[in-house]
């Protein structure tokens, strides 16, 4: 279904992604653990084609979405949502255009400039907001909402897209435990329902492991793991991450990992 | 104190001292370099003058003088006078809002393509910077006097002037704003799959539109004082009634002209600024 071939990214000497190859044949949820500057989020950069690879291949349904340009790339950009660690909505429009600009491909520029929006359209993100318990903001402006709130509004964004992946870079690293087991936990249903891939980034460990069926890991650009959570053993995760193991391991900091227990309290 | 300080950290404090010394040294020499150029400039100036200054002051409130003595024994009717020149005033305004907003029209388009962060093409961006630079280093007053002569004494001289200009200095304005937009929202809208003209759209112009309108308010103002000025050359509306009533020294008229010339301008301010803040949000 998903197949990336030998993709490589330099940044002037720097090798950002090196040689990566990897198969997703069945929706999965997969998460790319690593240390910062591993190269996870230039990987899912290129995946949506905001950065361009140096070399190498990805194909999707045996086409090669590297290839692509202007219409058929926007077209591509459209089938594979991206969610962002700062949410990368707009600022001063209200939540249920944001939404609905998800759209703004099918649109077409015109319709979309003009917020000609149809009724179905506006429909649709009110349900889409509604699901996430976002739908009384609708008419707010995206900035007066709180981090988390606007990663929701984001992930909304993503589904009025219909994708067939979502990307997530570092979706949860700047939220607080509870919107970051909200959104994670969205993301999982969101798989779940639709049977789409999901691929998100996640800084720590325990996230990881316990959301997805699937860890990629990353070390300097390059692949060095790939299995099921259970096989990942605490040597090599200390590997993946390095210098930056003790905080990756920490489980306060690990938030989504939160038992009911503590949730209460927290809540 | 000193006594109290290690060896080498009194070396670095002598140090310092001399260096403070001479510093100051060189403040007063430039300090008195420049007042005596100012000196021989002044006695330069007082030699080529037909009259000394000293004979030429006193006499440099006389004219004032005279207007409001002119316009006391005018009388009463000088009320009507308001009335006569409004029209002119008007048609002022007129050139000054017309101008302002074609300008304004153009200088979006010039600024979109000379801002790095939504034009690939460095090419690009330093074609469109310099038009704008030319369009801007020229005063209207410059471009207007040409085009005067080429197209005969109308309004269309100086309307097309202030564009000009206006396009070239707000354009200038407009892409700083625009390379100072958060870059997220644009980004989001990129991945899903938006078109350039959507991104910019929604991802450029709902972020820079309050500075964009600041500006553009502001350049309303300087550019009723340049319609007015353009009308001293033959560009019609109240700065040519202005210029052939201080000619004809009809003391009365002139007062009433700088009077209504004050109040817009005063008025303008009051509502300029009145406008900037319920854009920017500081009025609740």
């Not at chain 1, 998903?2 to 090798?15: A, M, Q, S, T």
């Not at chain 1, 779940?192 to 997805?212: F, G, W």
Request: charged fraction near 20%; proline fraction near 3%; include cysteine.
């Amino acid at each position: 279904m998903i197949k990336v071939e030998k993709l490589n990214k330099y940044f002037g000497d720097n090798r950002a992604v090196n040689d990566v190859t990897f198969e997703i044949n069945k929706p999965e949820m997969i998460g790319i653990i690593g240390r910062s500057g591993a190269g996870k989020s230039t990987l899912l950069r290129i995946m949506n084609r905001l950065t361009d690879a140096t070399s190498g291949s990805i194909f999707i349904e045996g086409r090669n979405i590297l290839s692509l340009t202007k219409k058929d790339k926007r077209a591509w950009q459209k089938d594979c949502a991206m969610i962002f660690q700062q949410f990368n909505l707009v600022p001063r429009l209200d939540v249920l255009t944001n939404v609905i600009l998800g759209r703004s491909n099918i649109q077409g520029t015109l319709r979309s400039s003009l917020k000609l929006f149809t009724k179905d359209e506006r429909v649709d993100a009110l349900m889409a907001l509604d699901k996430l318990g976002m739908a009384e903001t609708a008419l707010q402006r995206a900035e007066t909402l709180s981090g988390g709130q606007q990663q929701r509004v984001a992930i909304c964004r993503a589904m009025m897209q219909q994708p067939k992946m979502i990307l997530a870079d570092e979706p949860i690293a700047s939220l607080d435990p509870l919107n970051a087991r909200l959104v994670m936990e969205s993301l999982r249903n969101i798989h779940r329902e639709k049977q789409i891939t999901v691929l998100a980034n996640l800084h720590t460990l325990d996230t990881a492991k316990n959301y997805c069926d699937r860890i990629i890991g990353m070390r300097l650009g390059e692949i060095v793991f790939d299995d099921v959570p259970s096989s990942l053993k605490d040597d090599v995760a200390r590997e993946i991450y390095g210098a930056e193991a003790e905080e990756a391991f920490e489980p306060t900091v690990t938030s989504t990992s939160l038992g009911d227990e503590q949730f209460a309290e927290a809540g | 104190m000193q006594s109290s300080l290690p060896e080498n950290l009194i070396k670095i404090e002598n140090n310092l001292k001399s260096l403070t010394r001479t510093r100051s040294i060189y403040s007063f020499l430039s300090i008195a370099a420049l007042i005596a150029v100012i000196y021989s400039g002044l006695i330069v100036a007082e030699t080529g003058n037909a009259t000394s200054i000293w004979v030429g002051l006193p006499k440099f409130f006389d004219y004032p003088v005279d207007l409001f003595v002119g316009s006391w024994e005018y009388g009463y009717r000088w009320n009507l006078l308001l009335l006569e020149y409004l029209p002119d005033l008007i048609s002022t305004i007129n050139m000054a809002l017309f101008s302002t907003a074609m300008g304004t029209l153009l200088a979006f388009f010039l600024s979109i393509f000379s801002s790095r962060n939504l034009i690939k093409s460095k090419t690009t961006v330093l074609i469109f910077r310099r038009i704008m630079d030319i369009c801007r280093s020229f005063p209207e007053l410059v471009i207007a006097l040409v085009l005067l002569y080429l197209l005969g004494k109308s309004a269309l001289p100086a309307v097309i002037a202030i564009i000009i200009h206006t396009a070239g200095a707000l354009g200038k304005l407009f892409s700083e704003a625009i390379e100072n937009v958060d870059k997220n929202p644009i980004e989001g809208l990129e991945s899903c799959g938006a078109s350039w003209f959507t991104r910019i759209r929604f991802g450029v112009v709902t972020q820079a539109l309050p500075l964009f309108l600041t500006y553009t308010i502001l350049r309303f103002e300087i550019n009723i004082r340049a319609s007015t000025i353009l009308g001293f050359v033959g560009a019609g509306g109240i700065g040519e009634q202005l210029y052939t009533n201080i000619q004809w020294k009809y003391e009365a008229d002139t007062i009433a002209i700088m009077f209504l010339l004050v109040s817009t301008i005063i008025t303008l301010d009051y509502l300029s600024s009145y406008w900037r803040k319920s854009l920017i949000g500081l009025k609740s």
